[in-house]
Nanobody, 120 residues
Framework: QVQLVESGGGLVQAGGSLRLSCAASGDIICISAMGWYRQAPGKERELVAAITSGGSTNYANSVKGRFTISRDNGKNTLYLQMNSLKPEDTAVYYC??????????????WGKGTLVTVSS
């Protein structure tokens, strides 16, 4: 099992910045890719950014150039630096990890989410 706890959400004005963190615990040796998703009211959950165990990254077009995903494997923590925030970035942000197929059957795990609100 993998447990994920997000932090760093809050209220910020448009143009501001926030840094989200996701602390992983449990069977962390099983973790492969990690990512951030978000879900705005009335919308489906969407991928924001992802990072592989090797450090390759992938971003949604809507956040490219503004958000940066990173991971500190020594601290078992995933980060999302969000700059130039827009009201449309308002959502609950969820941390997600994939696991290695030989370890936890490749299943994914989710955190409970942290709310980001961007005021105009």
């Amino acid at each position: 099992q993998v447990q994920l706890v997000e932090s760093g959400g809050g209220l910020v004005q448009a143009g501001g910045s926030l840094r989200l963190s996701c602390a992983a615990s449990g069977d962390i040796i099983c973790i492969s890719a990690m990512g951030w998703y978000r879900q705005a009211p009335g919308k489906e959950r969407e991928l924001v950014a992802a990072i592989t165990s090797g450090g390759s990254t992938n971003y949604a077009n809507s956040v490219k150039g503004r958000f940066t995903i990173s991971r500190d494997n020594g601290k078992n923590t995933l980060y999302l630096q969000m700059n130039s925030l827009k009201p449309e970035d308002t959502a609950v942000y969820y941390c997600n990890v994939d696991t290695k197929s030989w370890c936890l059957g490749g299943r994914g795990y989710w955190g409970k989410g942290t709310l980001v609100t961007v005021s105009s």
